[in-house]
C-alpha cells in the first residue's frame, strides 16, 4: 500500500496518544525515499503543539511509525493541521 488515510494517534515523546485522522503517503518516485502526510489532532493541547520530535504516528492494528513535526498550520479557531516526515519504515 502506498497510502493510508484515516483514523490514527499521535504518540507523544511522553507516551501521550492524541487522537485524530492522518493522511500518509509514500514519497514519489525521483524524489528522497521515504513517506510523510499529515494529521489532525482531535484536539490541539498546548503539548500537541510543541511537539516536533521522538515522535511515533500509530495506525489500526497498532501498525506504529516513527515521525517528526516538520510545520504545523492552524485550520479553525480550535484545529491544527501538522505536516509529518516519516522516520524508517512506513507504517502503511
Do not use: C
Not at 6 to 34: C, E, F, W, Y
Not at 40 to 58: H, K, M
Amino acid at each position: 500500500m502506498s497510502t493510508y488515510s484515516g483514523p490514527a494517534r499521535l504518540i507523544l515523546a511522553d507516551g501521550t496518544r492524541v487522537p485524530g485522522t492522518a493522511s500518509l503517503k509514500m514519497n514519489q518516485h525521483g524524489g528522497p525515499p521515504g513517506w510523510g502526510g499529515t494529521f489532525r489532532p482531535d484536539e490541539a493541547s498546548v503539548a500537541t503543539r510543541a511537539a516536533a520530535n521522538g515522535l511515533q504516528i500509530e495506525l489500526p492494528y497498532e501498525q506504529i511509525g516513527e515521525v517528526a513535526v516538520t510545520g504545523t498550520r492552524p485550520l479553525l479557531a480550535t484545529q491544527i493541521l501538522m505536516s509529518l516526515a516519516g522516520r524508517g519504515p512506513a507504517p502503511f
